[in-house]
């Protein structure tokens, strides 16, 4: 009987070798910044009670309303694939009492979410984010710090083709003036029964309609910047002259709507020119309600969740990533079963040592072995006989030109591997 092959779920992204050493450093790159400013690990489940997403997130975003994998589970509980990380981390801040010991939390995360959108370059239903959250304290200069963690992140990577926008949602205050007058604006306006009811929970999402006639009828819309209450407005400009002395390059953008609900006061995106339609890279902000919401303190935060998938897609465009070539230091080709179990403890001692160490496994001849050793591109290689075995002594041959050493066996882990 033959069976057929299973494909991937439709849309999901995957890093298979050789491509996923480039991820790898993509992730690696994105987060390090975080690390070395005292952020520390958080690692969440990718599953969590349904209302958690939507009451943090927000019922009128996509996120909430169309795209998140919701199931009931074996107990009749409603579960959800979380499709962000940042209502997780206040979930769990709230549960281990963190938000009681010192201020700010500050913590970093990496894993997979999940979103039921139509799938696309740079789009996709299970994709990867770094993130940060740094919860606790309403000071301006921590907003600083966050997007100057974000952009150290890119920078790492070496890219050059994109650039952070900045916008601030006010306060309680300041959103409550803007919403009056644009919902005024809005009863002017001719909406379908769809927009008028996501407008009913969030006027602000009309900005974020794709539609040329919206975005055509909302060009004159009042914009809540220039509603900013005073407490507001130094906040947001005291960030602005934190990043500029940083020497973190923004533009403001005052119609920014982000995809989730919690935002307020300072919000950014990061957008990288050679990505086409999926160009948002990374984006956060304040989400000073977003404790209170989930039955915790009134404490702020303010994160960012950056796309790992997309930076790696414009690392690519900007011909970052040369053709990634996994290579050891060293391919042992043992002969005979003696050999294998000499070779699997040389192995287990070098690989101690940091050496990567590869074994040719299956009792394949001395030629095939030595074709996989060339193909694995090891700088080193080693026949291991019984001859070999019996002396303690043996040739090491390195694969650039060929040249061979005599080592002992017992010397080995002293010998350099052009480390
Ligand atoms: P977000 O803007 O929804 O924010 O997602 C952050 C980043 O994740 C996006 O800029 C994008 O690069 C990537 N991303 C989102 N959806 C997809 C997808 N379907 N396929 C590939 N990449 C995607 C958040 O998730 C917030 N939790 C960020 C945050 C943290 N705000 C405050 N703290």
Known sequence: MKFEKIAAPKGVSEYAPPDSAAFEWVRQ??????????????????FEDTTLFSRGVGESTDVVSKEMYTFEDRGGRSITLRPEGTAGVMRSVIENSLDRGQLPVKVWYSGAFFRAERPQAGRYRQFYQVGVEAIGLDDPAIDAEVIAIADRGF???????????????GDAKSRAAHRVDLLKFISTL?????????????????????????????????????????????????????????????????????????????????????????????????YDGLMETLGGQNLSGIGFGLGVDRALLAAKAEGLIAKSAFSSDLFLIPLGDNAKGA????????????????????????KGAMKAADKSGSRYVIVLGEAELASGQVEIKRMSDGATSSVKISDLSGFAFDK
Not at 231 to 243: G, I, M, W
Not at 343 to 366: K, M, N, P, Y
Request: proline share 4%.
């Open 343 to 366: 070779a699997l403890s040389i192995s287990a001692q070098l690989c101690e040592l940091g050496i990567v160490t590869e074994i040719a496994f299956g009792d394949r001849a001395l």
């Open 155 to 169: 920078k790492k990577i070496g890219l050059k083709n994109y650039r952070l926008e900045i916008t601030s949602l």
């Open 190 to 286: 001719t909406l379908d029964e769809a927009t008028a009811a996501r407008a009913a929970i969030n006027p602000l999402r009309l900005f974020d309609d794709k539609r040329d006639e919206m975005k055509q009828a909302m060009e004159k819309a009042p914009l809540l910047m220039d509603y900013l209450s005073p407490e507001s407005e130094s906040h947001f400009k005291q960030v602005l002259a934190y990043l500029a002395a940083l020497k973190v390059e923004y533009v403001l953008n005052p119609r920014m709507v982000r995809g989730l609900d919690y935002y307020t006061g300072t919000t950014f995106e990061f957008v990288h020119s050679d990505l086409g339609a999926q160009s948002g890279i990374g984006g956060g902000g304040r």
């Open 29 to 46: 790159s994105l987060i390090d910044p975080a690390k070395l400013a005292g952020y520390q690990l958080i690692e969440l489940p990718v």
